[in-house]
């Protein structure tokens, strides 16, 4: 049992806890408490470490599992909850490509009337793959050789999202709306922060996301692939106006100051949610649930 916090283990433990850069040099993030350590995935996970009272309580939960007995007081240093729960695991980082957290890869979206219907009998565009498929005249794939791969994908551009609450709860609800992935800007708040992980309640394992140095770039490269990129902002139109069954991007902007000027201009729309009283707005993860959910209504009518 380690029972120092001069341990060079745990120390490293609390560096990479307090440091996002040294989190990224060795790859690594922290995951702590019985919810989540029960969501990664066992191949992702590096170090364990678990009280003795914890393990006497679940100790199914560390069956072909190696772990590091620790005492309560380094359980504590270790972490930055004023109560921890007894148990923190060092966890390989996700790493994805643009083409898994954009849904595009080995194909292209193709509008609803070049695709065949859905097998409810609703219209509906689809994405598909192209490969080894001879394109019509327009561009799209033959329509009798459509391979289909899953809808249209729905994506999250995130610009300087900074409170670490607000981005892990996107990510949450992100998984539960069905969104293929997020994208972030580089001066959105690190998703490895230990408050992101725990907001995601284990969503940052299963949802595709990055880093993009250059959003704005990358927004315009999507609308360029048949993506339709809606902002929200405050001189929008009512986001009940618009169809998102197609390739759709919501791009959201930072808490305090909104979407950059250059990103408002760039999206092909700006959208509002219509509020009543003296709301003026909605906070930026409050505001992305409601798009993405109003999205999966329009995309799964029959929920």
Known sequence: MITSTANA?????????????????????????????????PERRVETYVTE?????????????????????VMEAMTDTKT???VLCAVRCCHYTREEVCGIAGGRFVPAEDAPAKPDG???????STEGVSAKPDGFAGEKRIRITG???????????QDPGN?????????????????????TVDVYNPKVVRSTMGSIFRVPFCYVDHLTEEVARLAGEGFHTYSAHLQG????????????????GNEGRGLTEAMSELTEHKIRIPMMGKVESLNAATAATVLMYEAMRQRFSNL
Do not use: W
Not at 56 to 71: I, N
Not at 122 to 128: E, I, L
């Open 9 to 41: 283990r745990i120390k490293n433990i609390i560096k990479c806890g307090k440091n996002p850069k040294e989190r990224k040099k060795q790859d690594i993030f922290l995951v702590e408490g019985v919810r989540m350590f029960s969501e990664i995935p």
């Open 53 to 73: 009272e914890f393990f006497a309580r679940h100790p199914a939960l560390f069956e072909g599992t190696d772990y590091e007995l620790v005492a309560g007081h």
């Open 84 to 86: 921890p729960q007894g």
């Open 122 to 128: 609703t219209a509906g565009g689809r994405f598909v």
């Open 151 to 161: 809808s249209a994908p729905l994506l999250l551009a995130l610009e300087d999202i």
């Open 167 to 187: 981005l892990g709860t996107m990510l949450r609800t992100a998984e539960g709306a069905g969104v293929t992935g997020i994208l972030m800007s580089r001066d």
């Open 237 to 252: 139109k009512t986001f009940y106006d618009y169809d998102y069954r197609n390739p759709t991007v919501f791009v959201i």
